[in-house]
């Protein structure tokens, strides 16, 4: 995995200070694994009951456990962006 990072710039509301905080891309991935692999699944899966029951055969998740994180992620994050 590389070392990308991105700087989040935050300001205090009554003083006016601001502060900078940057993470590195693992330590992004790190954090927010649940949320990646959700958004992922979200994407894929497409499962709808069968019929007129309310039975959903869905194997999708079964499918997404067999991803994993890529060490050469097609998209980097920009050295120095903030949000």
């Known amino acids: 995995m590389n070392n990308d990072v ?3 710039t935050l300001t205090h509301s009554g ?8 993470l590195t891309r693992a330590e992004i991935q790190e ?3 649940e949320e990646i692999l959700d958004k992922l699944g979200a994407e894929l899966c497409q499962c709808e009951p069968v019929g007129e029951t309310n039975v959903v055969e869905c194997n999708c998740t079964d499918y997404l456990d067999d991803f994993e994180f890529s060490d050469n992620d097609a998209v980097a994050i920009p050295k120095g962006v903030s949000a």
């Open 6 to 8: 991105i700087s989040f």
């Open 15 to 22: 003083t006016g200070e601001t502060r900078t905080v940057t």
């Open 31 to 33: 954090c927010m694994a």
